[in-house]
Structures are given as C-alpha cells and as structure tokens.
C-alpha cells in the first residue's frame, strides 16, 4: 500500500490526466444528460412516437464530428473573422463596379428573398429538435445546426446588404418572401417541413435537402459569384459550404440511425423520401433557370450540375448504400433525370414572362449566351426554344416587350406556375388534377398529384397567391394594388435593357472610363503595377483557407 506524506503534494492530485477527445466530447456533450425523476419520459419528449417512427436506443447516434460546443464557436468565430473583413474590403474599394454586370444581381435577389429565410426558418426548428428529440447526441447535433443556420441567414443579409445601397430589388425582402407569388415555391416548401412531424422534418430538410440538394444550390452558385466578380458571395459561400458538408454528413446519419433502429421504420422512411426528394426538386427548379439565363458569364449549366452533384453523386454513390437498408431511389427520380434537359428553359420563360410583377428584372439572352445554351443542350436548345426567344427579341425591338396579360395557375403542392411539359411530350403541357370533398385541385405532375393524395387535408390549406389575388386578399383588384401591397419600388420588376439598374451601370462605368480610361488601359495599368498578381494572390489564398 503506497501512502502520502504529510504536508508532501500528491503529484497524481496535483495533475489530472488529461481526457482522450472522445472522452472530452462525451464528458462535454452527453454526459451533460439526465434521467428525469418527477415525469415520465412520454411526458418530457411528446412529440417522438406519433409518426409511427420506433426508436429502441438513442446512444447509437454517432455524431460524426464530435465537436464541442467551445471548439464550435471558436471555428466559427475565425470564419466570421475572415468573411468580415471581405466585406468591409469590398465595399471600402466600391467593389460592386467590378461585377461581370449589373444584370448579375437579379440571380442574389431571388437568393435573399427565396433562401434566406428559410435559413432563420431552420433555426428555429432545429432548435425545436434540440429540446424535443429523447437522446443527448441528437438533440446536440440539432443544436449545431441551428446556430449555424442563424449565422448563415446573417451572414447572408450582411453580405448582400452592400448591394441594396446601389441597387433595386434587395430591399423588403423578408416582407416579399411572405407575400409575392414566385417566392411562395420556397416559402411553401418549408412551411411544410415546418409543419410535419420531427422524424419527418429531419427527413425533409436534414436528408433529402441538406444531403441530396445542397450541392446543387450552392456548389453552383458560388462558382457563379466567383466567376461573375461577387467576391463577397464567394467568400461567403466558401464560408457556409464547410458548415454544409457537416450538415450533409449528420444528414446521413440521421436517415441511417432511424432505420437501424427497426424495421418498421423502413417504408415510412421510403414514403418521406419519396415525398421530400419531389418537393426539394421542384424548388431547385429556380436555381436551374437562374445558372442557366441569369448569369452574364455562365459557369456551368443545369444539366451538368444535375448529372454531376445529384446522377454521380447521389444516384450512383450514395443510394446503393442505401439499398442495404431497404431504401430505393426516391419514387419519381426517372422524371426528374428526363427533365433535366427541359427544366431551367421552362422557368426561365416563365420568370420572363412575370418579371413586371417580380422583385427582379430579366431580358432576352443576347446571341452569344443562346450559342451557349446552344453547346449545354445539344439535343434540345435549338430545336424547341431558340425560336421562341428570337420571337421575343424581335417583339423587343418593334417595342412590343411581351409580358403576360392574365395570373398562371399555379399547382396545389408545389405552387410553380403550371408551365412544365408532359413527361416525355415537349409538345403537351402537363396538367394533373384530383377532387377531394367536392373540391378540384391542379397539378404541375404525377408526383405532386401523388404527394397531394396522401395528405389532402394538409394541401388543401395551401396559400396560393394567385387564388389569394382573385379572392381580394393582395392590396386589390389591379396589378399596382398588388406591386404595393408586395412593397416594390420604382425600378425593381420589369426589363433589365432601360432599367434604373441598367441606366445606373453604364452612368457609373461612363465616369470611370472618363477618368481612367476604358478597361483594357486599365487592366494593362493594373498589370504594370503588379495589382492584379496581388489580387490572385490573396483570391487564392482565401480559397485555399477556406
């Protein structure tokens, strides 16, 4: 027996053996949980057992990052850091003016007003399932998450805001998101998730968005601010995509320890993804018009990013492993690979078609973007749509801009405008319907109609602007009732060519040129001068960092 002399220190007391960092992380985020003693546990988490989903042990979440909450916020802290001060330089050296062009805005208006709140939304329900889900390692995986969506709808805002002080269209867009009739395709689809039940949300939005979608919302989008100029979107891209490729991964988890969990859970599982997978679709769907027509210098088109961030990566990596479980490809997959060389043409046009009551602006694509359009679809651009916007720009120029005359019908699930094709038949408009306690309902496709089906009573409650326009609902009967009532300004909707945008352009480079000289003098000065290396230097630097 070993024993201590008096007054001598005892050296194991005096230096606690450092813990292993899986010791540190479960002794920082698990063992922080507690057996309730005065109620049940039925009583603590309500909201867990409804959806029909079993779990028998919830310490078999693996939280595959094991991240605490100290070391999170000090890597978050050092992002914000880095992301600021970009912010701060872009703006200081009025760099909005070095944008590819002005028209390029139109695609970041439709991003703060589709996207960004749907980031504060999943904040506020993943703090929901912070407090609500039974296990410690969920509940701190949700907590996560909803902090980082709080810092991305931020973060987001802030990086945008630079750009409402020259340009219109980015004020007023929490109240746009509310309200105006193409925003109510991304405010519909969370309202759904928000409104499922806990399982069914993780599902939605944890998976099927955050795992299957995500890289087709942002991979591309960020690659298009850098190459269109956005140096602040970029580097705020680069900034949330590490939080993303975390979200994706505890995305993966989630989907795995449900159905590890019993069998039971295998087809309603199924069913969500079938569901969600479809909706999420659909809303990428504005991405796709916006990489293909919105860009000034386009990085990539729909297609390809379909077939190399959803076919490669998903459909070819992922749902094999999926298959060990039970799972399938979601249920109307084949349509949406079918439609992968109609989709952004199709909302393109109808965006075009709108603009006079949207919170952006749109114009024919000039010749050297449609030979582009051209090359990304060889199999479809020139042979069912080229025609079409050379009609447009004829009319264009005879001053006859055409906009449509009357409201779209819009679709019970989904609410995009009914402009899509039927599957496989370019020359018919699709149109599917149900009837449901003598009421007639409208459908974009045989998935939504399905997705109608199975919940009718949920979908029947649907807002959709157009029904809430004709019923008296927007501000009024005529279309500047409704523009005031969305809180648009002078210069906001319309067509780009004559805009205040456009005339603010050229206003502001006719100034430069005038004391600079045009910009190939000034890209042969900045040369000289060692500028542009240095400004590669740091472009690299930050992208290597990030």
């Avoid at 029909?52 to 000090?74: C, E």
């Avoid at 995500?214 to 190459?227: D, E, K, R």
Wanted: negative net charge; aromatic residues 14%; proline residues 5%.
């Amino acid at each position: 027996m070993t024993t201590t002399a008096p007054n001598q220190p005892n050296k194991a007391a005096a230096k606690p053996k450092k813990l292993s960092m899986k010791a540190r992380y479960s002794a920082l985020t698990r063992d922080l949980d507690w057996q309730p003693s005065y109620v049940s546990e039925e009583e603590m988490y309500p909201h867990t057992k409804y959806e029909g989903i079993k779990i028998h042990d919830w310490s078999k979440w693996d939280d595959p990052f094991r991240l605490t909450v100290d070391a999170y916020y000090r890597y978050q802290a050092e992002k914000d850091k880095r992301l600021y001060s970009v912010l701060d330089g872009f703006a200081q050296g009025q760099g909005h003016l070095t944008l590819a062009h002005a028209s390029y805005l139109n695609a970041m208006k439709i991003f703060l007003g589709g996207v960004t709140p749907l980031e504060y939304q999943a904040n506020r329900h993943f703090a929901y399932l912070a407090r609500q889900f039974n296990g410690p390692g969920p509940r701190f995986a949700a907590l996560c998450q909803s902090i980082d969506e709080m810092r991305h709808a931020q973060t987001e805002i802030h990086t945008l805001s630079n750009y409402n002080k020259f340009y219109a269209g980015f004020h007023n867009f929490l109240q746009q998101h509310d309200r105006v009739w193409y925003l109510s395709v991304t405010k519909s689809y969370f309202d759904d998730a928000l409104s499922a039940g806990p399982f069914e949300f993780l599902i939605a939005i944890g998976f099927s968005f955050e795992y299957l979608l995500t890289n087709l919302l942002f991979v591309p989008f960020m690659s298009a601010a850098s190459f269109n100029g956005d140096l602040p979107t970029m580097t705020f891209g680069f900034s949330a995509q590490s939080d993303e490729s975390r979200h994706m991964t505890l995305g993966l988890e989630a989907i795995k320890f449900i159905l590890e969990q019993d069998e039971a859970n295998v087809p309603i599982v199924q069913e969500w993804v079938d569901k969600w997978f479809w909706r999420g679709y659909r809303v990428t769907g504005l991405v796709a018009a916006m990489l293909d027509y919105m860009l000034p210098r386009p990085v990539m088109s729909w297609k390809e990013a379909f077939e190399l961030y959803f076919e490669q990566q998903m459909m070819n990596g992922l749902f094999p492993d999926l298959a060990l479980y039970g799972i399938r490809p979601p249920k109307h997959v084949d349509q949406a690979i079918r439609e992968k060389d109609h989709l952004s043409h199709w909302l393109y046009d109808t965006l075009y078609q709108f603009s006079h009551a949207a919170n952006f602006t749109t114009t024919v694509p000039d010749e050297e973007h449609l030979d582009w359009l051209a090359q990304a679809y060889p199999d479809t651009f020139d042979q069912l749509y080229r025609d079409k916007w050379e009609e447009m720009r004829a009319l264009d120029q005879a001053g006859k801009r055409f906009t449509y005359p009357g409201l779209p019908q819009l679709c019970q699930v989904c609410q995009v405008p009914m402009a899509f094709h039927a599957d496989g038949d370019p020359a018919t408009m699709a149109q599917f319907y149900s009837d449901h306690e003598g009421e007639h309902y409208n459908f974009c496709s045989e998935a939504c109609k399905w997705i109608f089906d199975r919940e009718p009573a949920k979908y029947r409650q649907a807002w959709l602007p157009v029904h809430q326009i004709y019923q008296g609902n927007c501000g009024g009967p005529t279309l500047p009732d409704v523009m005031a009532w969305y809180g648009y300004r002078e210069g906001d909707s319309g067509e780009f060519v004559g805009s205040i945008d456009d005339q603010n352009w050229q206003k502001w480079h006719q100034q430069i040129e005038d004391k600079l000289g045009n910009a190939h003098e000034v890209e042969t000065a900045l040369d000289s001068e060692g500028v542009t290396a240095a400004a590669a230097s740091v472009d690299a630097s930050i992208g290597k960092d990030a």
